[in-house]
């Protein structure tokens, strides 16, 4: 967990690399979500109504590969960035080691069968 | 920053709405999945959220996504630049604000919708 100023602070306070480049992915994938996610709500909420979502809607539009592609990087995206998130969480509020490795692997497994899930669905149409 | 007023409510803010985005999107990839076990299967939990409570509901989400994309734009800014630590409280009432803007839109276009017998 970095709590940082600057991205130079974040480098000399990250015990590992794999830390610093999670620290560096929150960044960038968050900016991407930003649109990502936006356009999202915005096309399938705000814009019309989402009980307009029907099956027959999902299955046409999903026969697109440019939204099977858009969906499935918000998918990807989003439970790479929230998962990690959960972790800083987890590691802030868990204290104890034992406690904290089983709240974790649960969440990582329940994140994973999820993701599969969404994959399988996203590319069985 | 971090400790003490506008900070720390930002931050905090920033956890929760993370936490609470997280939880509704994991059981949404769920839901939407549905369709691979057809249409009786998606539309049987669909047809429920037709049930005004629903819209209501995701006006809150769209509050904590926005809130939470906005503040997240203040954090790249404050790890960023110079300029962005110096200027981080006024960023949060300005993400505050946006965030209030956007979610009252969001409000009038969904409940007008609603009341327009819409659903």
């Given amino acids: 967990m970095i709590r940082a100023r600057t991205y130079t602070d974040a480098q000399q306070q990250a015990h590992s690399n794999a830390e610093l480049n999670w620290w560096i992915f929150m960044r960038i994938s968050g900016l991407v979500l930003v649109f990502l996610v936006l356009g999202h709500i915005y096309m399938t909420f705000i814009q019309v109504s989402e009980a307009d979502a029907t099956y027959i809607a999902v299955v046409n539009k999903l026969q697109q590969p440019a939204w099977k592609l858009y969906d499935w990087t918000i998918l990807t995206l989003s439970m790479l960035h929230g998962v990690n998130g959960a972790r800083y969480s987890i590691e802030d509020y868990v204290r104890s080691r034992p406690n904290r490795a089983w709240v974790k692997t649960i969440f990582y497994t329940v994140a994973a069968v999820i993701f599969t899930l969404g994959t399988v669905g996203l590319f069985s149409i | 920053m971090y400790r003490g007023r506008e900070g720390q409510w930002a931050w905090m803010l920033h956890r929760l709405s993370g936490l609470a985005i997280l939880a509704y999107f994991l059981i949404h990839v769920i839901s939407i999945s549905l369709f691979m076990f057809g249409e009786q299967a998606y539309m049987a939990l669909h047809t429920t959220y037709e049930l005004p409570i629903f819209s209501l509901g995701l006006i809150a989400v769209t509050a ?56």
């Avoid at chain 2, 630049?81 to 276009?109: E, H, N």
């Fill in chain 2, 64 to 119: 904590g996504v926005v809130y939470h994309s906005l503040n997240g734009l203040r954090i790249i800014m404050m790890d960023f630049t110079g300029m962005g630590v110096l200027y981080q409280r006024q960023m949060f009432w300005g993400v505050l604000g946006l965030t209030l803007l956007a979610t009252a839109y969001t409000a009038f276009i969904v409940i007008g919708r609603l009341l327009g017998g819409e659903g």
